[in-house]
């Protein structure tokens, strides 16, 4: 089964368009206040307005009010929402009326693979969060233990996946999708076009 693709930190139709005809499946729109990624509202919904039908947009949320994400749901035509926070899983199921979930996590030891089993989502996003930076860090996690996740539950890989590496990752982990914001990017927010096709590629799509 072919691997999902999401490229995430989209602020640029330029780059949207770029990533679709690449092959992504999935869109990547940042919500966290802080984040050099980061897009208002209207910006996201101008955006999502521009994607094709294929691609799915996923909303990126750190600690965010349930209700304003519900609002920005509606608002942006969002139909994934991504927590990278320390949401609990009551804030997960008041959101499952508007949007498919999916709960981003950091696995260190077997402790966090347990944790795990308390989220109610649709995938869980394992990446290589770290103090003061939820995401987008350019750092890669444990494959070892995001490979133990992903034969009891649906997995997107993320943390410092890029064009060289990401083949290699999904041979080991055998994800469910790959999400990667940093390693096709010139800078935050703006994204390295060649690095994009390269990167879907890599995962048999499109090409070089």
């Not at 999401?6 to 206040?33: P, T």
């Not at 999916?102 to 693979?113: E, I, P, Q, R």
């Not at 089993?117 to 394992?126: G, L, N, R, S, T």
């Not at 993320?158 to 800078?187: K, T």
Request: hydrophobic share 45%; net charge positive.
């Amino acid at each position: 089964m072919k691997i999902k693709i999401k490229i995430c930190g989209l602020a640029r139709v330029e780059d949207l368009m770029v990533a679709a005809a690449a092959g992504a499946d999935y869109a990547g729109f940042v919500f966290a206040a802080g984040s050099p990624r980061q897009v208002t509202p209207e910006q996201a919904r101008s955006l999502i307005g521009q994607l094709p039908a294929k691609v799915i947009p996923v909303g990126v949320f750190v600690d965010a009010d349930p209700s304003e994400i519900e609002r920005i749901v509606a608002f942006c035509g969002l139909r994934i929402v991504q927590m990278h926070g320390s949401e609990t899983a009551a804030d997960i199921e008041r959101l499952h009326h508007c949007a498919t979930v999916w709960k981003a996590v950091a696995l260190h030891t077997d402790k966090d693979l347990q944790r795990c089993d308390a989220f109610p989502v649709e995938a869980m996003v394992v990446d290589n969060m770290q103090p003061g930076r939820p995401g987008g860090t350019g750092c890669t996690g444990d494959w070892r233990l995001a490979a133990r996740l992903a034969r009891r539950r649906r997995i997107v890989l993320a943390g410092g996946l890029n064009p060289d590496n990401v083949a290699q990752a999904a041979r080991m982990v055998r994800p469910f999708g790959v999400d990667v914001a940093s390693g096709v990017e010139l800078q935050p927010g703006i994204k390295d076009h060649d690095k994009v096709r390269a990167f879907c590629a890599a995962l048999g799509v499109g090409s070089k």
